[in-house]
């Protein structure tokens, strides 16, 4: 079993910057390919950016692509998203997820097998 915990989520003003963070519990062991969705007050969940394990690829959705970054530290499994210029339409809450395929989180609005209880964003304008 894998626990995530997301953390840094907060108000911010549009145009400002927070940095989501996500440790793993459990089966820390097992390298994990990783990702971070978000889901908007009567949306659909929508994919926001992944990570392989050896964090050499990394993808965006086209509506974050240039402001967010996600990055990771293999030591322990945690990955961060540093997000830039926030905007309203950012506001969500965003979840950490976890799987061993990494095609499973990016092509899929199903996105990994584990998942942490979210964090919330929220960006006035």
């Known amino acids: 079993q894998v626990q995530l915990v997301e953390s840094g989520g907060g108000l911010v003003q549009a145009g400002g910057s927070l940095k989501l963070s996500c440790a793993p519990s459990g089966r820390t062991s097992t390298s994990w390919d990783m990702g971070w969705f978000r889901q908007a007050p009567g949306k659909e969940r929508e994919f926001v950016a992944a990570?392989?394990?050896?964090?050499?690829?990394?993808d965006y959705s086209d509506s974050v692509k240039g402001r967010f970054t996600i990055s990771r530290i293999n030591t322990n499994n945690t990955i961060y998203l540093q997000m830039e210029r926030l905007q309203a339409e950012d506001t969500g809450v965003y979840f950490c997820?976890?799987?061993?395929?990494?095609?499973?989180?990016?092509?899929?609005?199903?996105?990994?097998?584990?998942w942490g209880r979210g964090t919330q964003v929220t960006v006035s304008s």
């Open positions: 997820t976890a799987d061993l395929d990494y095609m499973t989180i990016v092509s899929s609005t199903e996105g990994g097998y584990y």
């Open positions: 990570i392989t394990r050896g964090g050499y690829r990394t």
